[in-house]
């Protein structure tokens, strides 16, 4: 395991986490300037305000991120789609609420097993390091033995399986392509590295996933067991094809306006309005127009 | 101890259900997913609330929605679009219900006989088949399907292909026609009205045009469960089922569990003894015997359910040859409205023997967004994973994203015509279910499903290839001005073959009775036996004239009795006395 405190720093750059925190921090003054002794010391307790902060500082990196998926998908007037360059004046994903679609989905309904999440999200944890990335003078630097304490948050998180929400486990993919496609992606506007991309990086991040490179299938691959080696480049290329097909069809659904008591939507979804779609009263339209040549049947044979 | 144990109260599992109750034997039907005894009150027809693959009340997986779908192992670009439930996945098919291309089956003799996978026919003939087509096709019951606006243009845009109308049930050659389906014919109001008061049964009767054929079928309102418009086995062959000594003389009504999951079939010495269950909700476990079970759980689940039952596999071909049809999309834009969200999901076709057949399309928003974000060949414009197909469409085929999927669809919905094509596909055996090494779930050991997207035999890619340029040129005819293919990965929502009945013991899994050749009492009847790709029409009827086929060999030869598709009539689905019956017993 890269244990290196540059490689470290430059790793938890990479994912997005050092601006997380160092935005989390300013709303928790103090905490993660705990002593980096206790880095040296073993395992976190449940109770350490500092893994507190850190998985809050995640959700966020993973909502961040999912915000720059979901107008990838479908852009609209909001900030994520300027920054990416395809900014539009009708409403978008955004205003469609996909990234809470996204999440919601991801970390509740989708059963993909531990087993599989948790090998992923420390591939990219360890295995994802080694391309070296000038950090910008922007992130707040940490002092050596904070970033380790920081790192180590991040390491127990992602080793304790049942607190890896699958959203963070994309995230995390999402933002480390980021870093691949455009190193000069770990600083800037959001808390995600992928939200700062251009729209054309991120379909190339999109690539490295449909076609994946050999190093990125090989770190995968060595973090999961006997069985299941050899199964990353395909997992990617599900993964890379639900993200976009799950963004465009939450989108467009009725999810955001979907009002289960009544079984029916509270006012018109973003996509109906997109694409005119008119549910008229759902029971039935006036659209039958007779039969084809007159023929209401067939001859038997 | 039962007569007959059915495991799955889909497409084919209903049939058998109600063609032995009919004949008096007592028959339990053990369904991993719930009834929906009450869908006009439980569904909003609406596409995430119905389709969504991991909460949708159309989904694999249990009854209670706040729990995880199942998980399948997909270790490819592709989706699997299955349904579990009373009625499987018919709940949400298009009721389409073509027969077979005649080349599929033995004995075929036409001049286009290479044209077929001569190697997996079906080992029985064409003309042997056609009394169970009829059979299947009386009960449904099956009609010509009417036309909407979105019929309309493409069947214009059919007759700008030179092709002779089909007038038939056998397709006899390249011909196009309004489809054969499974859903009642518009009556009364039904279809000229949007008056809800108007929509009403009695006074509209069959098809309401309502455009939610995928959101499972609750028209018109208020008729009685069998004269549901579509006639998906939960509003046709399950009602007949569960009131058989209604309108059957010696009939005995079947006993329906729902929301369990058949975990084991056990066997005594490669002879079925029965099988055992697990309540979804409770986890309680249960376990009867019966002299003959019958695996009708579908293409995925049959293939999981024999290998965590450990049952022998000798000639290595359980899971094997699955056919998908290989599905690929092409759609238009127009300048006027082609109705793509009104009317029955799909009502006209043009059939290729040989290579497959095209067909229309019509979506809700969601859906459409999610077909047009489906390819094999990267984001358009930007990559191709080595694909970037070119023809008669515009551009390279690919993914829609960001602008483009915007444009497109602000375009107008009902502005967008599409066309499936439905190949042909070769049996193939690295196409396949196992069992995924990933944890097992509460009922065993997941499925894996692999297909080999860029592994497709010479002649699937050629009738692929044949079909969307067909799909374009039809496009166009009809008038559309700009024309995309999407190039899809596996799309395996037509599911057949991986427990395939041969004649070969070298490359099947049932005989030609539909008995497991290595388990004796042990059939299957689902799509899943069947024997290959069907030559491309939709597989439900044909699977539905199979599994009547197989109740008539599991009455012969293990309760004595005579065969009746030759010798009787067939009651219809929507005889009054089923429908007396289910309101007696208030469902």
Redesign the interface.
């Known amino acids: 395991m890269n244990t290196d405190p540059h490689d470290r720093r430059t790793f938890l750059a990479r994912i997005g986490l050092l601006g997380a925190v160092a935005g989390a921090g300013a709303l928790l003054p103090g905490a993660v300037a705990s002593p980096g002794a206790r880095a040296a010391s073993g395992a976190r307790a449940a109770s350490d305000p500092l893994l507190g902060l850190v998985n809050t500082a995640l959700a966020e990196l993973a909502r961040d991120t999912l915000n720059g998926l979901a107008v ?4 609209g007037p909001d900030a994520y789609s300027a920054a990416q360059g ?1 900014r ?1 004046d ?1 409403p ?1 994903a955004m205003e469609a609420n996909t990234p809470d679609f996204l999440i919601e ?1 991801l970390d ?6 531990d ?2 999440a948790g090998p992923l999200a420390s591939a990219l944890a360890n295995g994802l390091a080694d391309v070296d990335v000038p950090l910008p003078d922007g992130l707040r630097p940490l002092p050596t033995g904070e970033l380790l304490d920081l790192d180590q948050a991040v390491r127990t998180l992602l080793r304790n399986d049942e607190t890896v929400p699958l959203s963070l486990v994309i995230a995390l993919l999402l933002n480390s392509l980021a870093t691949l496609v455009n190193p000069a992606a770990v600083g800037g506007a959001f808390l995600s590295p992928f939200a700062r991309l251009s ?2 990086e991120k ?2 991040a ?2 490295m996933m ?2 994946p490179a050999a190093g990125l299938v090989s770190a995968i691959d060595d973090e999961l067991s006997g ?2 080696q050899g ?1 990353a480049s ?2 990617l ?2 993964i ?3 993200l ?2 799950f ?9 955001s306006t ?1 009002d ?1 008591a009544s ?3 509270t006012s018109t979804p973003v ?2 309005r ?20 007159g ?7 | 101890m039962r007569d007959v144990i059915v495991i799955g109260a889909g497409g084919g599992g209903a049939v058998v259900a109600k063609e032995l109750a009919a004949h008096g034997l007592d028959v339990l039907v053990v369904e991993g997913g719930p009834r929906h005894a009450h869908p006009r009150q439980e569904w909003s027809r609406l596409e995430n609330d119905a389709n969504n693959p991991l909460t949708g009340y159309l989904r694999v997986g249990q009854a209670d929605r706040s729990k995880p779908a199942a998980y399948r192992e997909l270790p490819q670009n592709s989706f699997l679009w299955q349904v579990s439930g009373v009625g499987g996945t018919t709940q949400h098919y298009f009721g389409n219900s073509p027969r077979a291309y005649p080349g599929v089956f033995a004995g075929y003799q036409g001049p286009d006989t290479d044209m077929y996978d001569v190697q997996h026919r079906f080992p029985f003939s064409y003309s042997d088949f056609v009394p169970y087509y009829e059979w299947a096709e009386a009960t449904l019951p099956v009609h010509t399907a009417p036309v909407g606006t979105k019929e309309s243009v493409y069947l214009r845009g059919c007759e700008t292909l030179g092709l002779p109308v089909q007038d038939t049930k056998t397709t006899l050659g390249p011909s196009y026609r309004p489809q054969e389906n499974a859903i009642l014919p518009p009556g009364g109001r039904a279809g000229l009205t949007t008056d809800p008061a108007e929509l009403r049964h009695p006074t509209s009767t069959g098809c309401t045009f309502c455009g939610h054929c995928f959101q499972g079928c609750a028209a018109p309102i208020d008729a009685p469960r069998n004269l549901f418009a579509k006639r998906s086995t939960d509003n046709s062959y399950i009602p007949m089922a569960l009131t058989a000594d209604a309108w059957s003389p010696g009939g005995k009504p079947i006993t329906l569990v729902t929301d369990a999951t058949v975990t084991k079939v056990r066997t005594e010495r490669d002879v079925v003894r029965g099988v055992t269950w697990q309540d979804n909700a409770t986890g309680e476990v249960s376990s009867e015997d019966a002299a003959v079970v019958v695996m009708c759980g579908g293409a995925v689940e049959t293939p999981r359910l024999w290998f965590n039952s450990e049952l022998p596999n000798p000639n290595d071909w359980v899971g094997r040859g699955f056919t998908d049809h290989y599905l690929d999309w092409t759609f238009g834009l127009f300048d006027s409205d082609v109705g793509s969200s009104k009317g029955p999901s799909s009502a006209a076709r043009t059939d290729y023997p040989g290579y497959g057949m095209n067909m229309n399309v019509g979506l809700m928003p969601g859906i459409e967004a999610f077909a047009m974000t489906f390819s094999d060949s990267g984001i358009r414009g930007h990559y191709t994973n080595g694909r970037g197909l070119t023809g008669p469409w515009d551009g390279e085929t690919g993914r829609l994203v960001g602008p483009e999927l915007k444009d497109v669809l602000m375009h107008g919905l009902d502005r967008i015509l599409n066309v499936v094509s439905i190949v042909d596909d070769d049996v193939t055996a690295d196409n396949r279910v196992t069992l995924s090494a990933l944890p097992a779930d509460e009922n065993g050991a997941v499925p894996k499903v692999r297909f080999v997207n860029r592994g497709r035999s010479k002649r699937s890619v050629r009738n692929r290839e044949f079909l969307a340029h067909r799909a374009a040129e039809l496009l166009r005819g009809a008038g559309a001005t700009k024309v995309y293919r999407m190039d899809w990965p596996a799309l395996p929502l037509h599911t057949h073959s991986t427990m395939r009945m041969g004649h070969s013991e070298a490359d099947s899994v049932v005989d030609q009775t539909g008995e497991t050749r290595a388990v004796k009492r042990l059939f299957i009847a689902d799509n899943s036996a069947l024997s290959n790709a069907a030559g491309g029409p939709n597989p439900t009827l044909t699977t539905q004239a199979l599994a009547t086929r197989t109740s008539e060999h599991i009455f012969q030869r293990y309760f004595g009795g005579d065969p009746w598709v030759r010798s009787q009539a067939p009651t219809v689905s929507t005889d009054g006395r089923v429908t007396r019956r289910l309101s007696e017993l208030g469902l």
């Open positions: 990838f998908v479908v852009p395809t539009r009708e978008g989905s509740n309904y989708v059963p993909v097993p087993q599989l729209f054309a379909a190339e999109f690539r449909e076609e069985p299941l199964t395909g997992l290329e599900f890379a094809g639900a976009l097909e963004s465009a069809f939450g989108t467009y659904c009725e999810s979907f289960p079984l029916s939507v996509g109906w997109l694409s005119g779609y008119d549910p008229g009263v759902i029971a039935g339209w006036d659209e039958f127009q007779g039969y084809y040549q023929r209401k049947e067939v001859s038997a044979r």
